[in-house]
């Protein structure tokens, strides 16, 4: 397997500019994005948002009442103007540009199919997350509690990422 790595196109350090940077390079109509501290995700995760693409689907994206998962979703080349337009503004917000394209909503539900304990969007952003992750490996039998994974994507949201964004790797 080869990627090709290609730069961000905007200044603004986020996963939207990745997001727009895999969007405008890949060859085909649409692209699976995410992000590369969630070393859980499943690959069946996967599979059901990239089958839940169709015609006319701008975004494909695991969601619960308001709250997106957008960087384990399925973005259109449709969606470039609209993300342009954001990050030309400085907003780095994934999803605010859902508005005004069509979105596509996966259940949480239907991803508990899969992935029970929603383990798949655990981020590690942490040592301390870091730890509960080779937990996991070491303790096969043992899994996140549903308590322990929002509480990460709690914490993820309530502050900056250090991480860079500077590259995008397209597959």
Same mark, same amino acid.
């Given at each position: ?5 290609? $730069?961000?196109?905007? =200044?603004?350090?986020? @996963? ?7 969007? #405008?390079? !890949? %060859? ?55 993300? $342009?337009?954001?990050? =030309?503004?400085?907003? @780095? ?7 005004? #394209?069509? !979105? %596509? ?67």
């Amino acid at each position: 397997m080869s990627f090709q790595i290609v $730069e961000d196109v905007f =200044a603004v350090r986020s @996963p939207l500019s990745g997001i727009h940077a895999a969007l #405008v390079n !890949v %060859k085909s109509e649409y692209a699976f994005c995410t992000s590369c501290d969630v070393p859980l995700l499943k690959r069946g995760v996967v599979r059901i948002v990239v089958e839940g693409i169709e015609s006319g689907t701008d975004v494909v994206v695991p969601s619960f009442g308001t709250y997106y998962q957008p960087l384990c979703a399925v973005y259109s080349k449709r969606c470039i103007p609209f993300i $342009e337009e954001q990050l =030309a503004f400085g907003e @780095p917000k994934v999803d605010d540009f859902y508005e005004s #394209v069509r !979105v %596509k909503r996966v259940s949480y539900e239907r991803i508990k199919s899969i992935d029970p304990n929603l383990a798949s969007f655990f981020n590690v952003n942490t040592k301390k997350d870091l730890e509960r992750v080779e937990r996991i490996y070491d303790e096969s039998d043992q899994l996140l509690s549903t308590e322990e994974i929002h509480h990460g994507k709690v914490e993820k949201s309530e502050r900056k990422m250090e991480l860079s964004r500077e590259s995008s790797w397209i597959g």
